[in-house]
C-alpha cells in the first residue's frame, strides 16, 4: 500500500498522470515500476460467447468431401488394430481422419494393395497445387485462342484489313462519342501495327503462342495430378520465364505483368521448399519419410512389428556351454554349473548340504 501511494504521488498533481500509475499496478497489488517480483503479463479476457477456433483439419475437411476411406488388411494383428466390434457391427478406421466407421470397409486385401491416402498438410497441399493448375489451365486458353487468331489472322490478312479499313471511320465516331481519344488508342496502333507484318513473322508469333500453351497445358496436367514429374517441370518451365518477366518489369510495370511474376515466384519457392525439389530439405527421401510417419497404416505396422518385437524378446533361450567370463572356455563334455551346485541325487538321497549338516551332528 505505501508504494501504491508512493507512485501516485510521484506522478504530480496532473490527474492523467494519477490515472496512468493508479493503472500501473499491477496484479500483486504492487506498482509495477516499483515491484522487484516478476511482473505479471495482463491477458485480456475472452468474452463468455468468444469461441477459439481451431486450425482447420484437411483430413476431416476431405473426409466431409469425399467420404471416409476404411481398409480391412488380410493380416490378423493389423486387421485387430484397424478394426473393432460394436452392438451395430464391424467399424474400420477411416485411413484419413482416424474415426472407426460401422459399415463394410472400403477395400480389402493385403497391406500391398491398401489405398494411398492424403492426409492433413498433403491435403492442403494438393489444394495449394490445383489452384495452380486451374491458373495454368486459363493461361492455356488464353495463350491458345492467342495462337489460332494470330493464324487465322495471317491466312486471310488481306480481307480483314479491308474490313477493318471499312469499319474504320464508324469505330472512330463511336470511340469518340463514347469519349475516348482514337489517335492516342494502344488497341487501334496495335492492330494497325499487326498488318504491317509479313507472313512468316506471323506464323512465328502463332507458333510460339501455342508452344506456350502446350508447355501451360503440361504444367497444369502434371500439377492436377499431383504427379512429381509435374513439379519439376512446372518449376523449371516457370523459372526459365522468370528474368523475361523481369526484364519487363524494369521497361514497365503494369499490373497485369506484377501479378503473373508474383504467382510464378510463388510457385517457384512452394514446389522447391514443400516438395524438397532437387535435394533441398533433404529431398526426396526426406519428403517420403514425412508422407510415411503422417500416415495411419504405416503408425499401425510400426506398432505391430514393435509388438511382436517385444513379444519374440523373452523366449530367447542361453546357448549351452555359455561363460559367465570373458576369455573362460568351458572343458570339454563340461558345462558350467553355478557355486554351491551338487551332483545330482537319485530320490530318497540328502543333498550336499543335508550330508554336511548331518556329518557335523555326528
Known amino acids: 500500500m505505501i508504494e501504491v501511494t508512493a507512485a501516485i504521488a510521484s506522478a504530480g498533481p496532473n490527474l492523467c ?5 493508479a493503472r500501473a499496478i499491477g496484479s500483486n497489488g504492487r506498482s509495477r515500476r516499483f ?5 505479471y503479463r495482463r491477458r485480456r479476457p475472452i468474452a463468455a460467447d468468444g469461441v477459439r477456433l481451431r486450425h482447420m483439419d484437411w483430413s ?8 471416409h476411406v476404411t481398409f480391412a488388411p488380410d493380416e490378423p494383428g493389423l486387421r485387430q488394430r484397424l478394426g473393432v466390434s460394436t452392438g451395430e457391427g464391424a467399424a474400420w478406421r477411416c485411413l484419413r481422419c482416424g474415426t472407426f466407421v460401422i459399415g463394410e470397409p472400403t477395400a480389402a486385401g493385403p497391406v500391398s494393395a491398401a489405398p494411398r491416402v492424403r492426409r492433413d498438410k498433403e491435403l492442403r497441399s494438393a489444394f495449394i497445387l490445383r489452384v495452380f493448375a486451374v491458373e495454368r489451365f486459363l493461361r492455356a486458353i488464353a495463350f491458345g485462342a492467342l495462337a489460332i487468331a494470330i ?27 463514347l469519349g475516348f481519344n482514337v489517335n492516342h488508342s ?14 512468316r513473322t506471323l506464323t512465328w508469333l502463332a507458333l510460339a503462342a501455342g508452344a506456350y500453351a502446350v508447355i501451360e497445358i503440361i504444367e497444369a496436367v502434371g500439377l492436377w495430378l499431383l504427379k512429381r514429374w509435374g513439379e519439376y517441370f512446372a518449376m523449371i518451365a516457370t523459372s526459365i520465364g522468370i528474368p523475361y518477366e523481369v526484364y519487363d518489369l524494369t521497361a ?14 510463388a510457385l517457384v519457392v512452394y514446389l522447391v521448399v514443400t516438395k524438397r525439389l532437387f535435394g533441398v530439405r533433404g529431398g526426396k527421401k526426406a519428403y517420403e519419410a514425412r508422407l510415411r510417419s503422417a500416415s495411419i497404416l504405416q503408425a499401425e505396422i ?26 573362460r572356455t568351458p572343458a570339454p563334455g563340461k558345462t558350467d554349473q553355478p557355486p554351491g551346485a551338487g551332483t545330482a541325487r537319485g530320490p530318497g538321497q540328502p543333498t550336499d548340504a543335508a550330508a554336511t549338516n548331518s556329518s557335523a551332528a555326528e
Open 35 to 39: 515491484a522487484t517480483g516478476p511482473r
Open 60 to 67: 476431416l475437411l476431405g473426409c466431409g468431401a469425399s467420404g
Open 17 to 21: 498522470s494519477q490515472i496512468w500509475a
Open 252 to 265: 514497365k510495370v503494369t499490373w497485369l505483368r506484377l501479378v503473373a511474376f508474383v504467382i510464378n515466384v
Open 186 to 199: 494502344k488497341l487501334l496502333g496495335l492492330i494497325q501495327h499487326a498488318f504491317t507484318l509479313n507472313a
Open 302 to 327: 510400426d506398432a505391430v512389428a514393435a509388438a511382436a518385437g517385444a513379444a519374440d524378446q523373452p523366449g530367447k533361450t542361453e546357448t549351452a556351454g555359455r561363460t559367465d567370463q570373458p576369455g
Open 151 to 177: 493464324w487465322r489472322f495471317a491466312a486471310s490478312r488481306m480481307s480483314i484489313e479491308e474490313a477493318y479499313d471499312h469499319a474504320l471511320p464508324q469505330l472512330r465516331a463511336f470511340l469518340r462519342q
